[in-house]
């Protein structure tokens, strides 16, 4: 009994121990598909996570404003400056991928480590060029973010208003500040993979909703398609386009192309993907933007928002659902740059909890959630931004970085990324940059900085600071807003803002 006993025992030690080995590879391998899935939808740094990131969000809720600015500009205008400034945009993000190369094969030559450190644009400017160029980055850079951010958060109530009407916009700003408030939590560009693919394919929808929609409606009747007729409504939707090129780059664009690029494993390859991305996002812009210019024509230029003069089918309310989670998406990658930056200011930026540094960036937020509130105007807001920030951030100032960086000789011979020689090499490096700041001063912040003031002056005129519902269509006498189609004097049947 005792040999028998003692073989059960030993059987059971041996039982045991394989029942902990099993447990162990169950683990290991639970812990393994769990780090894979995580590493699939959270986890990203290659080219095709930079590439989702610029097309998913150059556009956003721009998108939808792009047909007021083709009502402004008329068809033809609309078009060529689409194809300008997605050029102009792809040349300075490889002006800026380059001074980007550039600063980190300097610093790692020197034994930086950038392991825990997010190289962010005004670093760059910093070490190449000095302290001015890095202050004029920084101030530019994070007040564009900031009115980017802003802008967000006033589409994002425009555009849940034409499913729920029963709140007032500004009301709506209230709700979407706060939800907008938890991208505190987002640690970095890394881990925005799975939005940013879900980003594009949001885009894409409404894009080729709004292109059938608009074909499938047909010409509105009486429909007149006048522009341009006036200077001020010409630059001001030419800087729009401006700003769709330039300023998403969190898109993403340009601006942010140094956080992306820093998110990715292999930075250089930026160059290339963003004039990809620009390809891309032109086959969205183009097609949704004319056709909904060529169905409605005049009546955009009260309508900046494209959503407000389609007809309410089930087609429009998921165009309109996914436009919102896009542009919680895009708030947060324009927020981002603006929480590394605070970070920073106040030593939290290496914290290991993200709980504190959550907090800390708490203070970012509330400044855009008021801004948002003051100045509600949807559309007007971007030429604005376009014309006096987007400008500097992203055409003048890489422009003129690009110069001053490899202005001697030595520098330009010992270049990380020489310019292409199919390009001029150097000497057509740098013309292009010359015409490029002369252009933008004078067209893009010159004439459309004029335009876009005058037209944002006219918004806070008509409808006052802290609107309370921005170009909404008068209540009808049972308290619930009318509709697009409800009868007016327009002639396409069409209500005009009125102050509320």
Not at 12 to 39: D, F, N, Q, Y
Not at 152 to 177: E, H, M, P, V
Not at 186 to 213: E, K
Request: aromatic share 14%; net charge positive.
């Amino acid at each position: 009994m005792d040999t028998r006993g003692g073989g059960a025992e030993e059987k059971g030690v041996e039982t045991a121990a394989g029942g902990t080995e099993v447990a162990i590879v169950r683990e290991e391998a639970s812990a393994e598909v769990s780090t894979k899935l995580s590493s699939l939808l959270w986890h990203g740094g290659s080219a095709y996570d930079a590439w989702f990131s610029c097309a998913s969000n150059q556009v956003a809720q721009v998108l939808l404003t792009l047909p007021y600015s083709f009502s402004q500009l008329g068809m033809l205008s609309g078009i060529l400056f689409q194809l300008f400034y997605g050029l102009l945009g792809s040349w300075t993000a490889y002006l800026i991928s380059v001074l980007y190369l550039e600063y980190r094969t300097r610093r790692e030559k020197d034994k930086a480590d950038f392991r825990n450190h997010v190289i962010q644009w005004f670093e760059v400017l910093d070490g190449l060029l000095g302290k001015p160029w890095r202050n004029a980055g920084l101030v530019f850079n994070c007040t564009f973010l900031l009115f980017g951010s802003v802008i967000q958060l006033i589409a994002c109530a425009s555009n849940i208003y034409y499913i729920n009407d029963k709140l007032d916009k500004r009301t709506w700003t209230y709700i979407f500040g706060a939800c907008c408030a938890t991208t505190v939590f987002v640690p970095s560009f890394r881990n925005y993979r799975v939005w940013s693919f879900l980003g594009l394919l949001m885009t894409t929808y409404t894009a080729w909703y709004l292109t059938a929609a608009s074909l499938s409606h047909g010409r509105a009747e009486g429909v007149v398609h006048s522009g341009p007729t006036r200077l001020v409504p010409y630059f001001t939707g030419a800087t729009n386009i401006l700003y769709t090129f330039g300023g998403h780059a969190v898109t993403v664009c340009v601006i942010l192309g140094r956080e992306i690029m820093h998110a990715m494993w292999k930075p250089e390859k930026f160059k290339a993907i963003y004039l990809l991305a620009t390809l891309y996002v032109l086959t969205l812009t183009l097609p949704s933007a004319a056709s909904v210019y060529w169905a409605f024509g005049d009546a955009l230029l009260d309508h900046a928002n494209a959503f407000a003069i389609l007809p309410k089918t089930p087609f429009r309310d998921a165009a309109v659902i996914l436009m919102l989670i896009h542009q919680f998406i895009t708030f947060g990658f324009a927020c981002t740059p603006l929480y590394l930056v605070w970070e920073k200011a106040i030593g939290v930026h290496e914290c290991g909890s993200l709980a504190k540094r959550a907090v800390a960036r708490l203070p970012v937020v509330i400044p855009i959630w008021f801004l948002a509130i003051i100045f509600p105007f949807f559309g007007p807001i971007n030429s604005a931004v376009g014309a006096l920030l987007v400008t500097f951030t992203v055409y003048v100032i890489p422009s003129l970085a690009y110069m001053a960086v490899f202005r001697s000789p030595a520098a330009r011979q010992n270049a990380v990324s020489p310019p292409p020689r199919v390009l001029g090499s150097w000497a057509g490096a740098y013309v292009i940059n010359g015409i490029i700041v002369v252009w933008v001063i004078v067209v893009g912040f010159g004439f459309g900085g004029w335009a876009s003031v005058t037209n944002f002056v006219r918004q806070v005129d008509s409808f006052g600071l802290f609107a309370k519902c921005y170009q909404c269509p008068p209540l009808r006498p049972g308290g619930a807003a009318a509709t697009a189609a409800a009868p007016s004097p327009s002639p396409l049947g069409l209500r005009h803002p009125h102050r509320q």
